[in-house]
């Protein structure tokens, strides 16, 4: 999709966003895992950089999100430039309401303590 020079489409979460954020005027919207999918999808593999080394967001991401596993490049990233965008992968954790039990298949006991959810944002840096 991206000509040699263009900027590279970062891949954030809650931890390194505002890292990222340090200089600039940005624009953040919402995004459906739908509009998350298609915009990763029109991506090579080596135009877009994850920027987290968390697990659990790549679990979310390929296997509850239904986007295609690839081996992105890992890249600590401290400021975005001018014109680039990043989709930040944003986990928002509450307590349980209710605190089931249940018994695993080797009988033993495990209980319920939270509710994970995750969405997504698109933000561009403008300047």
């Given at each position: 999709m991206n000509n040699a020079d263009s900027l590279p489409l970062l891949l954030?979460?809650?931890?390194?966003?505002?890292?990222?954020?340090?200089?600039g005027e940005f624009k953040c919207h919402n995004l459906s895992f739908e509009e998350a999918k298609h915009i990763l999808s029109v991506y090579d593999e080596k135009e877009v950089l994850r920027c987290f080394s968390n697990q659990d967001i790549e679990t979310i991401i390929y296997d509850y999100l239904g986007i295609e596993k690839k081996n992105y490049t890992y890249k600590h990233i401290r400021n975005m430039r001018p014109g680039q965008d990043a989709i930040v992968f944003k986990l928002y954790i509450t307590p349980s309401e209710t605190q089931p039990v249940i018994h695993a298949d080797d009988g033993v006991e495990a209980k319920k303590i939270q509710n994970v959810?995750?969405?997504?944002?698109?933000?561009?840096?403008?300047s």
């Open positions: 954030l979460d809650n931890s390194n966003m505002i890292s990222v954020l340090n200089e959810y995750v969405y997504c944002q698109l933000v561009t840096r403008i």
